[in-house]
């Protein structure tokens, strides 16, 4: 039996004897010996042991005071008391003082040797039971690190673990997660599962991880998913790839966009330029000066594309700020709506009007972006608006700010659409089989401007019928009206 014991008894005789029995008994036992119960404390400061035997009655400090200390030093260890014989009171104090066992003597060997080995099995597994412990705790302290997410799924289908990482990504907390069925917790897990490779054991090229999508609160998170069983369930570790994905798509999407956007004015601008070029052709002076406004034109529109594409790359990395100054709210609207009526003076059938009260004047901010914005949602209202229509541009005063209302009676945007609308090279009508063209970037643009302006762009619409842009923009109460007060601070 392996295991290293003390032996603490003022007998020499003892001390001398019972290590030599014992030793023949159980083989391999280290055996330390002290004469005294400080020497013993000395010693147990030292060493963890795996029992601890003493006498009772010694000189000095006593066995139920080395009892006491041991207790305190090592409360695991298990302590044997020997006893004189008929010193019952002694032993049964000895018990209540926490000792593992006591012997009387003279020493039954077959006893102490047993009540020994108990003792040292007891200590071996208790050890056992620690280190166990220390690595649980070691490995549940990784997982609330990784960045993995990592759950535990139990064999009836119940959520047994659920990391701050599985949190961070699904926005689940573990009190929503934890003791609940996966597939109430995680809809559409019943359909993933199965497609999720698990393996037999952790570790390299065991299995690969899955992408699954999971939709969760009306978001679709793409996961990479693996699993690794175990005895009582399986334990799955996950990574999200939405914003990969995410981006990829974007990168798609930007790619056609752009490409599409560019190759049809740069087709006029050739064509016009190949035309003007030929030497067979008598062109007179109108014909010519229709093909050179076409490539001012078409030109003009590569520029603007350009922009766009420019512009949101600022606003993307946050080298963009507004200007603050006061400035005429209402002249500002006013001259919006002019300079679009006239550009949009050519289609008869709209028409833009515009309500705008008195108490509307100076407000403070950056009147070139605002009116980037009026003029990006008027321009779609018109170009969405292919069967004409009336179109209505409101500025009203709130509580809390000034709202800007653009309203159109155009085709309208189906419900799926209207939250995506505002995100990056995101159109409706991309194959544009009703023919108008646009970098999807308009609406992302002045969603950026208006949150930059502290305010919210809003849409609501219904196909077919029309749609209504709303800005909401926190412009302080007394500014409006108040344009001196506003000035002077600017
Ligand atoms: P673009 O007009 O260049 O495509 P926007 O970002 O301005 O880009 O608009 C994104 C998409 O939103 C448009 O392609 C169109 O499908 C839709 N949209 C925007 N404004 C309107 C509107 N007033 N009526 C209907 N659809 C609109």
Same mark, same amino acid.
């Given at each position: 039996?392996?295991?290293?014991?003390?032996?603490?008894?003022?007998?020499?005789?003892?001390?001398?004897?019972?290590?030599?029995?014992?030793?023949?008994?159980?083989?391999?036992?280290?055996?330390?010996?002290?004469?005294?119960?400080?020497?013993?404390?000395?010693?147990? @400061?030292?060493?963890?042991?795996?029992?601890?035997? #003493?006498?009772?009655?010694?000189?000095?400090?006593?066995?139920?005071?080395?009892?006491?200390?041991?207790? !305190?030093?090592?409360?695991?260890?298990?302590?044997?008391? &020997?006893?004189?014989?008929?010193?019952?009171?002694?032993? $049964?104090?000895?018990?209540?003082?926490?000792?593992?066992?006591? $012997?009387?003597?003279?020493?039954?060997?077959?006893?102490?040797?047993? /009540?020994?080995?108990?003792?040292?099995?007891?200590?071996?597994?208790?050890?056992?039971?620690?280190?166990?412990?220390?690595?649980?705790?070691?490995?549940?302290?990784?997982?609330?690190?990784?960045?993995?997410?990592?759950?535990?799924?139990?064999?009836?289908?119940?959520?047994?673990?659920?990391?701050?990482?599985?949190?961070?990504?699904?926005?689940?907390?573990?009190?929503?997660?934890?003791?609940?069925?996966?597939?109430?917790?995680?809809?559409?897990?019943?359909?993933?599962?199965?497609?999720?490779?698990?393996?037999?054991?952790?570790?390299?090229?065991?299995?690969?991880?899955? $992408?699954?999508?999971? !939709?969760?609160?009306?978001?679709?998170?793409?996961?990479? %998913? #693996?699993?690794? /069983?175990?005895?009582?369930?399986?334990?799955?570790?996950?990574?999200?790839?939405?914003?990969?994905?995410?981006?990829?798509?974007?990168?798609?999407?930007?790619?056609?966009?752009?490409?599409?956007?560019?190759?049809?004015?740069?087709?006029?601008?050739?064509?016009?330029?190949?035309?003007?070029?030929?030497?067979?052709?008598?062109?007179?002076?109108?014909?010519?000066?229709?093909?050179?406004?076409?490539?001012?034109?078409?030109?003009?529109?590569?520029?603007?594309?350009?922009?766009?594409?420019?512009?949101?790359?600022?606003?993307?990395?946050?080298?963009?700020?507004?200007? !603050?100054?006061?400035?005429?709210?209402?002249?500002?609207?006013?001259?919006?709506?002019?300079?679009?009526?006239?550009?949009?003076?050519?289609?008869?059938?709209? /028409?833009?009007?515009?309500?705008?009260?008195?108490? &509307? !004047?100076?407000?403070?901010?950056?009147?070139?972006?605002?009116?980037? %914005?009026?003029?990006?949602? &008027?321009?779609?209202? %018109?170009?969405?608006?292919?069967?004409?229509?009336?179109?209505?541009?409101?500025?009203?005063?709130?509580?809390?700010?000034?709202? &800007?209302?653009?309203?159109?009676?155009?085709?309208?945007?189906?419900?799926?659409?209207? @939250?995506?609308?505002?995100?990056?090279?995101?159109?409706?009508?991309?194959?544009?089989?009703?023919?108008?063209?646009?970098?999807?970037?308009?609406?992302?643009?002045?969603?950026?401007?208006?949150?930059?302006?502290?305010?919210?762009?809003?849409?609501?619409?219904?196909?077919?019928?029309? /749609?209504?842009?709303?800005?909401?923009?926190?412009?302080?109460?007394?500014?409006?009206?108040?344009?001196?007060?506003?000035?002077?601070?600017?």
């Amino acid at each position: 039996m392996s295991g290293r014991i003390l032996l603490v008894d003022d007998d020499a005789a003892l001390l001398d004897a019972l290590p030599k029995a014992l030793r023949l008994r159980m083989n391999g036992l280290q055996i330390d010996t002290s004469e005294t119960a400080f020497d013993a404390l000395e010693r147990i @400061r030292e060493t963890d042991y795996d029992a601890i035997v #003493s006498d009772i009655k010694m000189p000095g400090m006593d066995g139920l005071a080395l009892l006491h200390e041991i207790r !305190e030093l090592r409360p695991r260890t298990p302590t044997l008391m &020997i006893t004189g014989h008929g010193e019952r009171d002694l032993a $049964v104090q000895a018990l209540r003082g926490g000792a593992y066992d006591f $012997v009387q003597k003279p020493i039954d060997r077959d006893y102490f040797v047993a /009540s020994l080995e108990r003792a040292i099995e007891l200590r071996r597994l208790a050890r056992q039971v620690e280190e166990q412990q220390i690595a649980l705790e070691r490995h549940a302290r990784v997982l609330e690190h990784v960045d993995d997410g990592v759950f535990l799924v139990d064999d009836d289908g119940f959520l047994q673990h659920w990391n701050p990482a599985a949190h961070a990504i699904t926005g689940i907390r573990p009190d929503e997660a934890l003791g609940r069925q996966a597939e109430t917790v995680l809809p559409g897990w019943e359909v993933v599962a199965p497609l999720i490779p698990v393996g037999a054991a952790p570790g390299p090229g065991s299995v690969e991880a899955k $992408v699954v999508p999971l !939709e969760l609160d009306g978001r679709e998170l793409w996961l990479a %998913v #693996s699993g690794v /069983s175990f005895s009582d369930g399986t334990v799955y570790a996950f990574r999200s790839l939405t914003e990969e994905r995410a981006l990829d798509e974007l990168k798609g999407e930007f790619i056609a966009t752009v490409s599409h956007e560019l190759r049809t004015p740069l087709a006029a601008i050739y064509g016009s330029a190949q035309t003007l070029l030929r030497t067979d052709l008598e062109l007179d002076d109108s014909g010519r000066k229709r093909l050179l406004d076409v490539i001012a034109q078409e030109a003009e529109r590569l520029s603007r594309i350009a922009d766009e594409i420019l512009f949101a790359g600022k606003l993307d990395t946050g080298q963009f700020s507004l200007g !603050e100054q006061g400035f005429d709210f209402r002249t500002l609207a006013q001259d919006v709506v002019e300079e679009m009526r006239s550009a949009f003076a050519a289609q008869e059938n709209i /028409s833009i009007e515009l309500a705008v009260p008195d108490t &509307i !004047e100076t407000v403070a901010g950056d009147p070139d972006k605002l009116r980037q %914005v009026l003029i990006n949602l &008027i321009d779609n209202a %018109v170009k969405y608006s292919p069967d004409g229509g009336r179109i209505e541009v409101a500025i009203e005063p709130r509580e809390a700010g000034v709202r &800007i209302v653009v309203k159109d009676e155009g085709i309208g945007i189906a419900p799926p659409h209207q @939250r995506r609308i505002f995100g990056k090279f995101y159109r409706v009508d991309p194959d544009l089989t009703r023919g108008v063209g646009g970098t999807g970037l308009g609406l992302y643009i002045c969603r950026e401007l208006v949150r930059l302006m502290e305010g919210r762009l809003t849409v609501s619409s219904e196909e077919g019928k029309g /749609s209504t842009f709303v800005v909401d923009l926190p412009v302080p109460a007394q500014a409006l009206g108040a344009g001196d007060a506003v000035a002077q601070t600017a």
